[in-house]
């Protein structure tokens, strides 16, 4: 069985990093991101803390082990992580100045436990936890993300944005 809940231990993120490490882009094959999707951003222990701090992660359980999470990134830590500014430059321009939105920072499931609707349930969980204080969820996926993309899109985001960003695209979605 599947728990969700907010992340409260360094346990709990300390999981989180190993998860990511195993589905980074030099981590998977080429046929492996085009069919499973990928993350992008390799997070630091003292940043992912910090931003749990400020809104706490979503995370998926089985036996007390982390199987999946998507990270809640509040814009206060726009300039924290170089690879992110050019996603904050591009929503604060154009969003509505007093907009109050959380980035969902990534999301990742591991292999074991894909396919069965952890990754809507995160989302669920995540606008449920969130709806008090903020008044939408933002993120980025990148363009050769398909696999990302098509299940965002299946949840109800919607694509607010597609830029460039030196040779990367990205597109900027909404829930």
């Given at each position: 069985m599947i728990q969700y809940t907010l992340a409260s231990t360094d346990d709990e993120?300390?999981?989180?990093?190993?998860?990511?490490?195993?589905?980074?882009?030099f981590k998977v094959s080429l046929q492996e991101k085009e069919r499973e999707g990928f993350v992008t951003v390799e997070h630091t222990?003292?940043?992912l803390k910090a931003m749990n701090e400020a809104c706490a992660h979503i995370i998926a359980k089985s036996n007390d082990n982390v199987v999946g999470y998507a990270l809640c990134m509040h814009p206060k830590f726009a300039n924290e992580i170089e690879v992110l500014k050019p996603m904050f430059n591009k929503i604060d321009s154009i969003t509505p100045k007093k907009e109050n939105y959380l980035v969902m920072g990534q999301i990742c499931i591991d292999k074991a436990f894909r396919k069965q609707g952890i990754f809507r349930?995160?989302?669920?969980?995540?606008?449920?936890e969130t709806r008090e204080n903020f008044k939408c969820i933002i993120t980025e996926i990148h363009a050769s993300n398909t696999r990302s993309l098509q299940a965002h899109y299946a949840i109800g985001f919607k694509e607010l944005k597609t830029y460039q960003a030196g040779e990367q695209e990205w597109k900027i979605v909404v829930f």
């Open positions: 993120l300390k999981q989180i990093l190993a998860l990511q490490q195993r589905n980074l882009p222990f003292k940043i349930k995160l989302y669920e969980t995540m606008k449920a």
